[in-house]
């Protein structure tokens, strides 16, 4: 399943209209000359202080709500307590995350937006009963709507029935329970609640102890972001996790036990309606006739690669770095993460990069780049093309504001400052091959002046900043950031093409009465993206 979009009829809607198109990669042929090359970045009158992301909380504005406030503002910990670690791409995410579970001693708790039951999720859902068995404390949180296959929710079924708690999961589909108001016996407190979904990112083993680790990032848990079949660009993604230690994990903690209550609650409101009620008497039933053995369609090859990919031992490295980790609640009416990019987009001096999956810029953050180029800064956006997004019209939506950016080089300040924007899209095919050999770029990473970086499941669209819930990890580490600073310029531009003004100007007055028709009607929907 791709990456949860849409809610209910409006996916469905669009989805028709796309379904009737085939998207065929036909990147433009005359921009693949142009992919730059890394340049040294000179630090000189860059400050040095750390820059105001990790500033106290008064620099942060909180929650309207009293209730919130600020609580869900977690502290700067400094480069003495923390260690972080890139991973390259989704199959080392896969192995790293498998050994983890191999290794843990305590607790695992993970929540995605998405945990298919296909061969890697399987494959991971054995190592977690297993643990469970062991003693451990294994607990997972999904979002309901994003997991609608058959076998997935079989897949749920049986962890549950080895006593791990799957929240966001009930058996026979019943999640609509927990999410739909009725009327007398579970009322909504907010009408909009099933629009708001559970977009986070969190995977955490001994969380609690010493040992602590965790991998956040981009990354739900399915064969196509963990890069299982090669032989199929659709469903081989690019993606970005990175590998956390120290201090912070106890912060990602704290956020997945307040995510997990928050699932407890809406269940114990439901009164005669609570699902655990008709959850521990199937409970019951199974401990009495037996557990159910249930059985799984499985591809062969791709079987034995997960097999193969769980035993890659990456080459971490770890390095020490101030770090703050950030959570987005909109149902709270929480905005840490968009004030985290501003303050960052505000400090830079030099370079800022931006890979994003899902790109439709707020008028702030197109103030933010024009600010930013104003004061000499170069600004290059990464974001997918119609032809790899797994929602084209998203993009589509997207391209309306390309125009209005690039303008941006044409104003005074620009061409006094020498700084400038350029907007690229992503295609999954190499400037020096002949076919597409990538699908999505899924990746929400961002890198400033090569010594801040930002990474999580934020995108910079409107759905991640007034819907879903999000997390986020900003570290300052001159060296971390130069490494995915050059995963950005020699890999990911690498599969991408350079929009033009001429291309972007085009982009708002299409010719094709198709591509019209679905931006126009993807644009109804614009808030919801």
């Known amino acids: 399943m791709r990456d949860y979009r849409r809610f209910a009829c409006n996916i469905l809607v669009i989805l028709v209209i796309s379904g009737c198109i085939p998207q065929h990669i036909s990147p433009p042929v005359d921009d693949h000359t142009e992919v730059p090359s890394m340049q040294p970045l000179a630090d000189l009158g860059i400050n040095k202080q750390p820059a105001p992301v990790f500033g106290s909380d008064e620099e942060y504005s909180g929650s309207p709500l009293d209730e919130v406030g600020k609580r869900g503002l977690f502290e700067t910990h400094g480069p003495e307590s923390n260690q972080f670690a890139l991973l390259k791409n989704g199959d080392e995410s896969f192995a790293v995350r498998a050994q983890l579970l191999e290794q843990a001693k305590k607790s695992i708790r993970i929540q995605a937006l998405i945990f298919a039951g296909d061969e890697s999720g399987l494959y991971l859902a054995e190592i977690l009963k297993r643990k469970k068995a062991e003693g451990l404390d294994v607990r997972i949180i999904v979002d309901a709507a994003a997991n609608l296959s058959l076998q997935t929710q079989w897949m749920y079924f049986d962890l549950k029935q080895h006593g791990i708690e799957v929240q966001g999961y009930e ?44 991998v956040v990032g981009g990354l739900n848990i399915a064969n196509e972001y963990f890069r299982v079949d090669p032989s199929e660009p659709s469903d081989y993604w690019r993606d970005q996790d990175i590998v956390v230690k120290g ?48 059985t799984y369609v499985k591809d062969s090859d791709l079987k034995e690669r997960v097999l193969q990919m769980a035993q890659v031992k990456p080459d971490l490295r770890f390095m020490n770095a101030r770090g703050r980790f950030f959570q987005n609640r909109p149902r709270l009416r929480e905005s840490f993460i968009q004030q985290a990019y501003m303050k960052l987009f505000e400090n830079a001096q030099r370079e800022i990069i931006i890979c994003n999956a899902y790109f439709i810029p707020s008028a702030e953050f197109i103030n933010a780049v024009r600010d930013a180029v104003s004061r000499g800064v170069h600004v290059i956006i990464l974001t997918n093309s119609p032809e790899t997004n797994d929602l084209p019209e998203l993009t589509m939506v997207g391209r ?15 061409r006094t400052s020498g700084g400038n924007v350029q907007i690229w899209e992503w295609y999954g ?30 995108n910079l669209d409107p759905r991640s900043e007034q819907l879903n819930s999000e997390t986020a990890v900003v570290f300052e580490s001159k060296e971390l950031s130069t490494s995915l600073a050059k995963i950005f310029y020699e890999n990911d531009l690498a599969f991408s093409r350079k929009v033009s003004s001429q291309a972007a100007a085009e982009f708002n007055e299409p010719t094709d009465a198709l591509y019209k028709l679905r931006k126009d009607f993807g644009s109804l929907f614009e808030p919801m993206l």
Do not use: C
């Open 171 to 214: 058996s026979l589909y019943l999640e609509w329970l927990n999410e739909v108001p009725i009327p007398f016996l579970s009322p909504a407190k907010d009408p909009e609640a099933p629009n708001s979904r559970y977009h986070e990112k969190m995977w955490i083993v001994d969380g609690e102890t010493e040992s602590r680790v965790a």
């Open 400 to 414: 309306n504001y390309y125009k209005y950016i690039l303008a941006i080089n044409k104003e005074d300040a620009a």
């Open 429 to 458: 095919w190499r400037y020096d091959e002949e076919r597409q050999t990538e699908g999505t770029i899924h990746a929400k990473y961002a890198v400033f002046d090569r010594r801040y970086s930002l990474v999580g499941s934020y």
């Open 247 to 294: 201090n912070i994990v106890s912060d990602m903690v704290t956020a997945f036990e307040r995510n997990y209550q928050h699932f407890v609650d809406i269940k114990e409101s439901r009164g005669v309606l609570d699902t655990d009620h008709y959850w521990q008497a199937t409970q019951d039933f199974l401990d009495t006739v037996g557990k159910l053995n249930i």
